[in-house]
């Protein structure tokens, strides 16, 4: 059975009467017309489509806790969504935890996640009752327990380690291997093991958090860093005695931007893990673990689609046609940062036949604001609305005000209802945080 993260459209999308592209029941020109473009339409269907799959998957094993990783996309909104359907929130900043927080999240459920979290940071989740931290470094264990300390409490702590894994993704967004910035190597464990028995008494180890990376498609990966952590937890059992009850294994699951990416479904990642669960708790002697995953882009990815409208075009004699569209890396990042590919459409004339080869280009004054190199499209002029599928993970979370450009708005759409979940930015807000130095003022009259 398929889940909604191999598909590359949002589940509820189709051709409607007026021949347009339609998403939630609501046709992407008519959404382009009455809020603007740039334009991020979210599909709250596939949202908890995906997010009952992934609580479908894991149902026979008992003891699991689903994490969204808030860094591929929060809002309010999205925190309220994600909340209904059971999920905690996995979170690397103070404004990550604010935005939780005020959007009525229950923070027992969340963790506190990141490779130099500030002492106001962690102060602020101790307060809040952040029910998990993934401890990173020694540094952080030091600042934690004073944290703490101040207030009073015992905090639960996972230790993030690196695995040592590595999977075939992109490099930036590769954290399993040895060489990474992120956790504790396995070599350093028992050093911190040894310091939180015997100075951080606010403290109490719990279990241990690994992330691999992001976009994987290979399932067995997954199998292995169970095993590596499970591992770990025996030698950890026999030398100091500690019985760890919970394992965290990140997310990463991957998505279908292309026809030709082939990511596994949610229960295929679902089995490898609980079988490497069972037979390596089995294999080292531990009783079956608690278990959190976090996914991220597989939750809001395939949701998420970026509406633009088609502007000025250039055919380089002999060479590229160019057209460029009215947003570009401030609003979408990874083309140019990972070399990431997407699929588009014409929202206004999606079944027209592609007839030729263009590059779509971004707006901002970059010369690698390129959104898609080479793709066959049917003829684009100005006014058309392109739709660019799964932009929901890493798009708005990384977007910009390079060039001084709004950031756009986001709609939420769901049985033929659209409602804004985030604001256009408009100029006044571009200048809101600028402040003229009192003596320009005085002398230059602002
Ligand atoms: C980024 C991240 C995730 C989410 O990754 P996805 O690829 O978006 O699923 C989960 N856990 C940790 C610790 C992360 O850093």
């Known amino acids: 059975m398929t889940t909604a993260n191999q598909s590359i459209k949002p589940i509820t999308t189709k051709i409607n009467k007026e021949g347009n592209l339609e998403i939630g029941g609501c046709d992407l020109v008519e959404l382009a017309q009455k809020y603007g473009t740039p334009l991020y339409v979210f599909d709250e269907a596939t949202i908890r489509t995906i997010a009952k799959e992934y609580k479908k998957a894991f149902e026979k094993y008992p003891k699991v806790s689903m994490l969204y990783a808030s860094k591929a996309f929060m809002t309010k909104a999205i925190v309220r969504i994600l909340d209904e359907e059971g999920f905690g929130f996995d979170m690397v900043s103070g404004g990550e935890i604010y935005t939780a927080s005020t959007a009525g999240a229950d923070m027992k459920k969340c963790l506190f996640n990141g490779n130099n979290k500030s002492y106001s940071e ?122 760890l009850s919970h394992i965290n294994l990140g997310g990463g699951l991957g998505i279908k931007y292309t026809e030709q990416d082939c990511p596994p479904s949610i229960n295929e990642i679902a089995e490898k893990i609980i079988t490497s669960v069972k037979e390596n708790s089995k294999k080292y002697n531990l009783e079956e673990p608690e278990i959190h995953i976090e996914p991220g882009r597989s939750i809001i990815g395939t949701s998420g689609v970026t509406l633009y409208t088609v502007g000025s075009s250039k055919q380089v004699p002999k060479g590229k046609k160019y057209v460029a569209v009215d947003g570009g890396m401030a609003d979408n990042p990874r083309p140019s940062l990972y070399q990431a590919v997407y699929t588009a459409q014409v929202a206004n ?65 769901n049985n033929a209802q659209s409602d804004i979940i985030i604001n ?23």
């Open 424 to 446: 256009r930015e408009n100029y006044e807000h571009l200048v809101s945080l600028d402040v003229i130095p009192d003596r320009f003022k005085k002398e230059q009259g602002y």
């Open 349 to 413: 004339k999606p079944e027209e036949p592609p007839v030729e080869t263009v590059t779509i280009a971004g707006r901002f004054c970059e010369s690698g604001d390129i959104l898609i190199q080479e793709t066959k499209l049917p003829e684009l002029l100005p006014g058309d609305i392109l739709c660019f599928y799964d932009t929901g993970a890493y798009g708005y979370s990384m977007s910009s005000n390079y060039n001084r450009v709004e950031k756009p708005a986001a709609v939420l759409v």
């Open 122 to 243: 962690l102060q602020m989740a101790v307060e809040l009752g952040i029910g998990l931290i993934s401890v990173d470094n020694f540094l952080e264990l030091a600042l934690l327990d004073n944290a703490a300390k101040a207030a009073n409490k015992t905090v639960d702590i996972l230790l993030r380690v690196t695995p040592g894994i590595e999977c075939h993704t992109h490099e930036y967004i590769q954290t399993g291997h040895l060489d990474s910035k992120f956790g504790f190597d396995l070599t350093q464990t028992d050093e911190a093991i040894e310091q939180l028995l015997d100075e951080y008494k606010n403290l109490n180890l719990v279990g241990l958090h690994a992330h691999i990376g992001s976009q994987i498609f290979e399932t067995s990966i997954y199998y292995d860093e169970v095993e590596v952590l499970l591992k770990e937890m025996s030698r950890i059992k026999e030398k100091y005695g500690l019985n």
